[in-house]
């Protein structure tokens, strides 16, 4: 069975044998596919995809577990982490944050900074000179990563750009200042 209980208590998920399949789902008490579930099935060909799923609900299916997203924020966090892990498995180098259009997030924050300094003649709104990038506190090297980072999610999902959705920075922090991932 790829789900037991650990020695301490919680709910083991053992992947890479082939009999977990990984779906996203909708239970009967949802009303769209924002969650992920995970199926029992007969051990099958690791990453081969099986089609006999999909439309089901939760109910239909051998379904221990049930990831439920209420934000995309709380996927991200997930994803991150699961990027973590196999860079870490994987023995490779991992940025020290995501990628978007081929450059990380805070080079791209940057570049914005460095853009906005040359559109004000590098004077900031008091008419100070401006200090560069790397100069910056890290709560304002933040601020500027995060309005990229809204910016590249408004183009991916133009319902991004309201003001709600713009509040929701309001806490963020860098994956690479967090020590740990609430979801």
Request: hydrophobic residues 35%.
């Amino acid at each position: 069975m790829p789900s037991y209980p650990g020695d301490d208590g919680s709910l083991i998920l053992h992947f890479g044998s082939g009999d977990i399949a990984i779906c996203p789902s909708k239970g009967l008490d949802r009303e769209c596919e924002d969650e992920i579930a995970f199926i029992v099935h007969e051990p099958g060909e690791v990453g081969r995809y099986y089609g006999e799923w999909k439309g089901k609900s939760t109910s239909e299916l051998n379904t221990p577990v049930r990831m439920i997203f209420d934000t995309v924020d709380a996927l991200d966090v997930v994803v991150e982490q699961l990027t973590t892990l196999r860079f870490k498995m994987t023995g490779d180098e991992q940025p020290t944050c995501q990628v978007q259009a081929g450059f990380a997030w805070t080079d791209m924050a940057a570049s914005a900074y460095r853009a906005y300094a040359a559109s004000t003649g590098n004077k900031n709104f008091r008419g100070e000179p401006m200090p560069a990038f790397d100069d910056l506190p890290v709560a304002i090297q933040t601020a500027w990563e995060a309005a990229v980072r809204h910016v590249g999610n408004a183009i991916e999902n133009p319902r991004a750009l309201n003001s709600t959705k713009e509040q929701s920075w309001q806490h963020w922090v860098r994956p690479q200042d967090k020590e740990a991932n609430h979801v």
